[in-house]
């Protein structure tokens, strides 16, 4: 069973930063595409940033600048370092990896980690 475990969540005053880590359980985390989404209460989940297996980033507007999405594929872990945070940064924070299986593209979702960020 596939599992992603996200930590490095909390509360932090505006303009201070955090790194969120996404813990894969199996190897097949080199081969995945991921990504990082963020669900503020009452709104809908958006993207934040992915990366693909080859390395290559894509942003949201609102994280261009400020977070940095990267890899380690020999720690099988996903990282979000965000800097320059903002009240409107605050939401749970999810974990998304997508890969090839026998039976096509899943799809797994971590739990989520709560970021405040406060004014």
């Known amino acids: 069973q596939v599992q992603l475990v996200e930590s490095g969540g909390g509360l932090v005053q505006a303009g201070g930063s955090l790194r969120l880590s996404c813990a894969a359980s199996?190897?097949?985390?080199?081969?995945?595409?991921m990504a990082w989404y963020r669900q503020a209460p009452g709104e809908q989940r958006e993207l934040v940033a992915g990366?693909?297996?080859?390395?290559?980033?894509d942003y949201a507007d609102s994280a261009k600048g400020r977070f940095t999405i990267s890899r380690d594929n020999a720690k099988n872990t996903l990282y979000l370092q965000m800097n320059s945070l903002n009240p409107e940064d605050t939401g749970v924070y999810y974990c998304k990896q997508d890969y090839f299986s026998p039976t096509g593209l899943t799809t797994i979702w971590g739990q989520g980690t709560q970021v405040t960020v406060s004014s």
């Open positions: 199996r190897s097949i985390f080199s081969s995945s595409a």
């Open positions: 990366i693909t297996r080859g390395g290559a980033t």
